[in-house]
């Protein structure tokens, strides 16, 4: 019974495959046709000939050629509404069409032009890695500040991912969004005495939206350079020390602890100002891009009312917080849909 079943579905699928291989055939011919009696002027016969084969029988590249006969039919008829009707499925089946003047008539360019032919909105993804480059701005610490070797310096690359938004304004300019995850370490390093050193590893975890205009730049078809800048709001959500203060002359054992949160000593709120380049890699459907972006916090990081709350880290660590701001150095990659919205030029 079982190998009966077997076989009947093996038949009804061999049947299904042939009907479809069938329709495509006599489609191909019916195609064919219709481009033979277009040359002769014979168009009455044209629209029965493809448009049941356009729903269904046509593969993709048949089915624009069909779309442009009609098109191009129509016209011939005087008959303008369907000719607009068709070329918005022409668009929808193909939105990234191309005309061509050396094959594509210039009654179809004609009509083509008088349409918004380029999308509108990109909608995608980006990734990112991070080098953040902190300074102190004002220096606060325990003892002789004079004295203290305190700085900021860079802790290994952080990362950033989430969805990104661009909306076109003109051949030239774009205004863009994203709204994603952002990652940030550096290191703090104090040494007030010259048998002790205190090394604080920061990491920070941010909500980070970039509001940038961008202005393009033409160097190919299909790379498309730009510059960017604008300004972006940070949320910070969460914020950590991996704190160690070291006896640099063994005299004791090394201090330490588990990460110590910096979630009240740090502004939750921030905003910076972002400049970068990039470019774009057009392929079906959407871009890859690239680009190198560097920003500037433009407020402090500390919470300064709660600076010295905590005395038990100060006596442990012989530390407590600077001012300071952040510069970060971002590269990305990421890619874009494109979303096309055809309408009649006005």
Same mark, same amino acid.
């Given at each position: 019974?079982?190998?009966? &079943?077997?076989?009947?579905?093996?038949?009804?699928?061999?049947?299904?495959?042939?009907?479809?291989? $069938?329709?495509?055939?006599?489609?191909?011919?019916?195609?064919?046709?219709?481009?033979?009696?277009?040359?002769?002027?014979? !168009?009455?016969?044209?629209?029965?000939?493809?448009?049941?084969?356009?729903?269904?029988?046509?593969?993709?590249?048949?089915?624009?050629?069909?779309?442009?006969?009609?098109?191009?039919?129509?016209?011939?008829?005087?008959?303008?509404?369907?000719?607009?009707?068709?070329?918005?499925?022409?668009?929808?089946?193909?939105?990234?069409?191309?005309?061509?003047?050396?094959?594509?008539?210039?009654?179809?360019?004609?009509?083509?032009?008088?349409?918004?032919?380029?999308?509108? &909105?990109?909608?995608?993804?980006?990734?990112?890695?991070?080098?953040?480059?902190?300074?102190?701005?004002?220096?606060?610490?325990?003892?002789?500040?004079?004295?203290?070797?305190?700085?900021?310096?860079?802790?290994?690359?952080?990362?950033?991912?989430?969805?990104?938004?661009?909306?076109?304004?003109?051949?030239?300019?774009?205004?863009?969004?994203?709204?994603?995850?952002?990652?940030?370490?550096?290191?703090?390093?104090?040494?007030?005495?010259?048998?002790?050193?205190?090394?604080?590893?920061?990491?920070?975890?941010?909500?980070?939206?970039?509001?940038?205009?961008?202005?393009?730049?033409?160097?190919?078809?299909?790379?498309?350079?730009?510059?960017?800048?604008?300004?972006?709001? $940070?949320?910070?959500?969460?914020?950590?020390?991996?704190?160690?203060?070291?006896?640099?002359?063994?005299?004791?054992?090394?201090? $330490?602890?588990?990460?110590?949160?910096?979630?009240?000593?740090?502004?939750?709120?921030?905003?910076?100002?972002?400049?970068?380049?990039?470019?774009?890699?057009?392929?079906?459907?959407?871009?890859?891009?690239?680009?190198?972006?560097?920003?500037?916090?433009?407020?402090?990081?500390?919470?300064?009312?709660?600076?010295?709350?905590?005395?038990?880290?100060?006596?442990?660590?012989? $530390?407590?917080?600077?001012?300071?701001?952040?510069?970060?150095?971002? !590269?990305?990659?990421?890619?874009?849909?494109?979303?096309?919205?055809?309408?009649? !030029?006005?």
């Amino acid at each position: 019974m079982k190998f009966i &079943f077997n076989n009947i579905i093996l038949v009804i699928f061999f049947l299904l495959i042939t009907a479809n291989v $069938s329709a495509q055939n006599d489609c191909a011919l019916n195609l064919k046709e219709a481009q033979k009696l277009y040359t002769q002027g014979v !168009i009455e016969e044209i629209p029965g000939l493809l448009n049941p084969c356009i729903e269904e029988g046509f593969n993709t590249e048949d089915k624009i050629q069909a779309y442009k006969l009609l098109i191009l039919t129509y016209l011939f008829d005087d008959n303008k509404d369907l000719a607009e009707e068709t070329m918005l499925k022409f668009l929808k089946t193909n939105p990234e069409y191309k005309v061509n003047p050396a094959i594509d008539p210039a009654e179809f360019i004609f009509l083509f032009n008088s349409y918004n032919t380029k999308p509108i &909105f990109e909608i995608g993804v980006t990734t990112a890695l991070n080098y953040s480059f902190p300074f102190i701005t004002k220096l606060y610490g325990p003892g002789n500040v004079a004295d203290n070797e305190s700085k900021y310096k860079p802790s290994g690359m952080g990362f950033q991912i989430g969805p990104k938004f661009i909306y076109h304004i003109s051949d030239k300019y774009d205004i863009g969004t994203q709204v994603v995850y952002s990652q940030k370490k550096f290191e703090f390093t104090s040494a007030l005495s010259d048998f002790s050193k205190t090394s604080l590893i920061e990491t920070q975890q941010l909500i980070h939206v970039p509001i940038v205009a961008y202005y393009k730049l033409e160097f190919s078809e299909k790379i498309k350079p730009y510059v960017l800048s604008g300004l972006a709001y $940070s949320y910070l959500f969460d914020a950590s020390y991996k704190p160690v203060r070291q006896y640099t002359d063994n005299s004791r054992n090394d201090v $330490s602890g588990s990460d110590f949160s910096l979630k009240d000593f740090r502004r939750k709120n921030n905003v910076s100002f972002v400049v970068g380049a990039g470019a774009r890699y057009k392929i079906p459907h959407g871009n890859i891009f690239f680009n190198l972006k560097y920003s500037l916090d433009l407020l402090n990081q500390v919470n300064a009312d709660n600076r010295l709350s905590d005395f038990d880290f100060i006596s442990r660590y012989y $530390s407590y917080d600077s001012n300071f701001n952040i510069n970060n150095l971002t !590269i990305s990659v990421g890619y874009l849909y494109s979303i096309f919205n055809h309408k009649k !030029i006005k």
